[in-house]
């Protein structure tokens, strides 16, 4: 039944920040899919008889990928797959099916944050035995192996049924459909005081929680709803559709606005929340106060003792390069070490397995801990409705508490989207080539102390990963980023990342954008951003 099927490389199946994205069309052309699976196999030792993982964020063209892996898999000797049931696991879930089960690995199809459909975005991962995303050694060894590929193997089955959960022999290999929520709400309530969470929604706590029509919405209809209690209508657009209603599963200031606006009206819930494509990300907004994500992780950090999970306390928290530096002067306080990464939750692996830490964050609105080996976007929410049912405060007290106690961090995103990749790459370039020539200029009024290319050298394998991020830190502690997305499927994203610290408490209630206009001005300056990319604004700011 096994049939090794002749191919010819495609030259551009190189994954970037999380697994290989492309437009649909793209992954429809003859074995493209087919091929990267077999790269991921050929990049792989030693799975004979082992279990993969395989499921997705349900967006277009996953049932039919979901089909071609387990065929694949069957020839290539896997000796069973795990998949979720219509095809649907969120990104944490998926991670923690592998680790629960010790299987070999997964697939997880997911294009996150990109939107989905006929025309729109498409994407596969692989994540490994830990259950996080490959690191770039093996991301390296499949772009590899996808330059030489000559055939795949795949097998003659039927097209096994996904919808519905049972186990089925199919291809000399066991295929089990199991349900894509259950092991996952059961870790978050090994995890969470689900008693005083409930005991808040009881006693009326009101929150909205908006799945985006992405793959959350199952989850959070069975957490929040059915376990927690809240009343039914709490979860909106829970419905996991291919397009996502046609947006942009992505949970910012832009593409969830409505959330945005209904939270700082007057008839505003207590707590809001999104989650993005694939389930890893999160937005949180309380009644009227907007929590930035590099925040957002500090003040979890700073108050994780609350949940059952975390009363031991932490062992260190990890952020990403671009991230503030809210979590730093959390982790100074509480005596616990600090790790500065590459943006990408695959370098936050070692860090986890070696226990060094215990939670992670990005900017980019992603949040975890070691329960899994991804950002986990369900997870931040519920560690949040901990806290505060704990605290017995309103977000907005906790927030400005914090700032209190910390200082502020103001901090922002201004992405530039779809600009000509060779006028994004020779902004790069040109930064790169003055990088030595500026600290010790001034601009705008504000010194240069450093400026440099992030290079990130993993404390726990040694492996060294440059060429991460354009930083210029001015002397005072505020800093400009610049980077180029690794998501993205059309021209190239530039991501401009402000920062600024504040500590004096009478200054904690600026607008962003103006208590950081100084140093958008001198990013402009030193870049050129207007005039290399056409621009005159950011396309998402937030
Ligand atoms: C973006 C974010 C990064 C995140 C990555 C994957 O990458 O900046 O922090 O880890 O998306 O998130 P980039 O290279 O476009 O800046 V997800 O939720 O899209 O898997
Ligand atoms: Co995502």
Request: with cysteine; hydrophobic share 35%; proline share 5%.
């Amino acid at each position: 039944m096994i049939r090794t099927v002749p191919t010819k490389p495609y030259s551009d199946q190189k994954p970037g920040t999380s697994g290989l994205r492309k437009k649909v069309p793209v992954f429809q052309q003859e074995h493209y899919a087919e091929n990267f699976i077999q790269s991921i196999f050929n990049a792989l030792d030693g799975f004979e008889g082992k279990t993969l993982v395989i499921g997705g964020d349900g967006r277009f063209y996953n049932r039919e990928v979901i089909q071609k892996a387990i065929a694949m898999a069957a020839a290539n000797g896997f000796g069973k797959v795990m998949v979720g049931q219509g095809g649907i696991l969120s990104t944490p879930a998926a991670s923690h099916v592998i680790r629960k089960y010790k299987t070999f690995g997964g697939i997880i199809l997911s294009a996150s944050h990109n939107p989905g459909g006929p025309h729109e975005d498409f994407g596969i991962k692989y994540n490994a035995g830990n259950g996080g995303p490959a690191p770039e050694k093996l991301t390296d060894a499949i772009f590899e192996k996808t330059k030489t590929i000559a055939n795949f193997k795949t097998t003659d089955i039927a097209a096994i049924d996904i919808d519905t959960i049972g186990t089925v022999e199919a291809g000399g290999m066991t295929v089990e459909i199991i349900d894509p929520v259950a092991d996952y709400a059961e870790l978050m309530e090994s995890l969470f005081d689900f008693d005083a969470i409930r005991a808040n929604f009881k006693y009326g706590f009101r929150m909205r929680f908006d799945a985006m029509h992405a793959v959350t919405g199952p989850y959070a209809k069975e957490i929040l709803e059915n376990r927690l209690g809240a009343p039914n209508g709490t979860c909106r657009n829970f419905k996991p559709l291919p397009d996502f209603g046609g947006h942009h599963p992505d949970p910012n200031l832009v593409h969830a606005k409505h959330l945005y606006d209904e939270m700082m009206g007057p008839d505003a819930p207590d707590f809001g929340a999104a989650s993005d494509g694939d389930g890893d990300r999160n937005l949180i907004i309380g009644k009227g106060i907007f929590v930035t994500p590099s925040d957002s992780v500090a003040m979890l950090a700073a108050n994780a003792r609350l949940a059952p999970g975390y009363k031991e306390g932490l062992k260190g928290i990890a952020r990403s390069m671009p991230t503030s530096g809210a979590a730093d002067r959390v982790a100074e306080k509480l005596g616990i070490g600090i790790y500065e990464t590459p943006t990408g939750w695959k370098f936050f692996g070692n860090l986890l397995d070696a226990d060094m830490a215990t939670i992670c964050g990005e900017e980019s609105a992603g949040t975890g801990s070691n329960h899994v080996r991804e950002k986990d976007g369900l997870w931040a929410v519920l560690l949040w409705l901990n806290i505060l049912a704990a605290r017995g405060e309103s977000c907005k007290q906790i927030v400005t508490e914090h700032w209190s106690t910390y200082g502020r961090n103001y901090y922002s995103r201004h992405d530039y989207e779809e600009v000509e990749s060779d006028r994004a790459n020779a902004l790069v370039d040109e930064l790169r080539a003055k990088l030595g020539a500026l600290p010790g200029t001034s601009v705008r009024g504000m010194t240069i102390a450093s400026a440099d290319d992030f290079a990130y050298h993993d404390p726990v394998d040694g492996s060294t990963s440059e060429r991460q991020g354009i930083r210029v830190l001015f002397e005072g502690g505020s800093r400009v980023v610049f980077r180029l997305s690794g998501t993205g499927t059309s021209g190239a994203t530039l991501r401009v990342y402000i920062e600024r610290y504040e500590p004096d408490k009478s200054r904690h209630d600026l607008d962003t954008q103006v208590a950081l206009a100084d140093l958008i001005s001198a990013a402009d300056d030193i870049a050129g951003i207007r005039s290399h990319t056409g621009r005159a604004k950011p396309s998402v700011i937030t």
